[in-house]
């Protein structure tokens, strides 16, 4: 075994007429290395993806003993961390003579702010946008912000989408498939040679689509819970249901958008407000007219707002709001009957399970699926090739039929509900 190299054994040290190696007990991985001019200096030893490495650490004696096994320690850690230094080097030099020549620079963070710029705000819908945004400055650029794209390897992202699936599995997922999309878009644009997730990477979590439905007593307890709660977030949730029109949508309508007055009461949403991009038609049944109605008029032009000057927000709060009446109105009518209260439980629901009840509901009074999508501004698939490109009929009747009918459903199922009104549970 190697003994522990010391300032005495180093400057003891004579050169040959072959270059030596000497290592140092100290700190397994280190030696020094003598020239046969007499020249001395520090090298570490390592693998790195299953190959033999070697990385120059410095001259002596501009690096002692101490400032060896430290710079030498660091370089060590970063192997285990699955870093090669040696590269790190390279691309440290490459970073220098960048800025000194004027090169866009290739550090991640500023590579990540020419994708948004050049791919994400170009490709993507403004809330898609705003996620992956979120993902990047709170995930990525901390973790790799000042290091050269180059320096990335597969073992780094793995890393990191191992670090995000111990805390958010789900947005571990959505980390790993950001990563692609921009690793990708490196190669696409000559930023890199090859993307180092080319090899998959599996997804942490397991995720599947929820197709739940709220029941016809959740539809009743829903209800009692948007009377308790009141404009905007009750008014909101009833909207939904009834409408069956994306969150979004009701949420930053304006009331200039909707035509009240006569039998033809419409919804306009303009395509820029919609997510394809389409101008919807959204009939307007009796029962939804006494929604809106019920919501105080403001200064503002909106129909739902929580300041008076921007749209109703805080759909989480909200949301947990209306679950937990829902629920000690589920336990009081269980209560009612006799039964143990703290038996009843209600599934975990969304704001958008109520646009696909509203869609199943629909359905199950026998509305045929393409009316179904017509309402929700939704193509499934049920209309084709060259009939899909040239239809233009909005089903605005259909729609009408549908929707009233749906809404006549929901007024029947909480016709009781009004009570909850002025009784809390």
Known sequence: MAKALTVKAIEALKPQNVRQEIPDGGLSG????????????????????????????????????????????????????????????????????????????????????????????????????????????????????????????????????????????????????????????????????????????????????????????????????????????????????LTAQRRNEVAKANRKEFSLAGNDQLWTIPKHRAKNKKEHFVPLSSFVIEVIEEVPETESALLLTTTGTTPISGFSKGKTLIATDMLAFARQEAEERGQDPAGVAIERWTLHDLRRTAASGMARLGTPVHVVDAALNH??????????????????????????????HVKQLTAAAAVGRTSAP
């Open 30 to 241: 280190l030696y020094i290395i003598v020239q046969p001019s007499g020249a001395l200096s520090w090298a570490i030893r390592y693998r790195f993806d299953g190959r033999p490495k070697k990385f120059t650490v410095g001259a002596y004696p501009a690096y002692g003993l101490a400032q060896a096994r430290e710079a030498a320690s660091k370089a060590l850690r970063e192997v285990s961390e699955g870093r090669d230094p040696a590269t790190e080097k390279v691309l440290r030099r490459a970073i220098q003579k960048e800025a000194e020549e004027g090169a866009a620079s290739k550090l991640v963070k500023d590579v990540l702010d020419d994708f948004v710029k050049r791919h994400v705000e170009v490709k993507n819908r403004p809330s898609t946008i705003n996620e992956n945004k979120r993902i990047i400055e709170a995930y990525i650029k901390p973790k790799w912000g000042n290091r050269h794209i180059a320096s990335i390897t597969r073992a780094d992202a793995s890393k990191l989408i191992d670090d995000v699936a111990a805390r958010a599995p789900v947005m571990a997922n959505r980390v790993l498939a950001l990563l692609r999309k921009f690793f990708n878009w490196c190669v696409d644009r000559d930023i890199l040679d090859a993307s180092p997730m080319s090899k998959r990477i599996q997804p942490p979590a397991q995720e599947t689509s929820r197709d739940h439905i709220l029941t016809d007593d959740e539809i009743r307890w829903l209800w009692k819970a948007c009377n308790k709660q009141g404009p905007p977030f009750g008014s909101l949730v009833k909207l939904l249901l």
């Open 379 to 408: 193509r499934s698939g049920a209309i084709k090739g060259v009939s899909r490109i040239y239809n233009r009929y909005e089903y605005l009747e259909e729609k009408r039929e549908a929707l009233i009918a749906w809404a006549d």
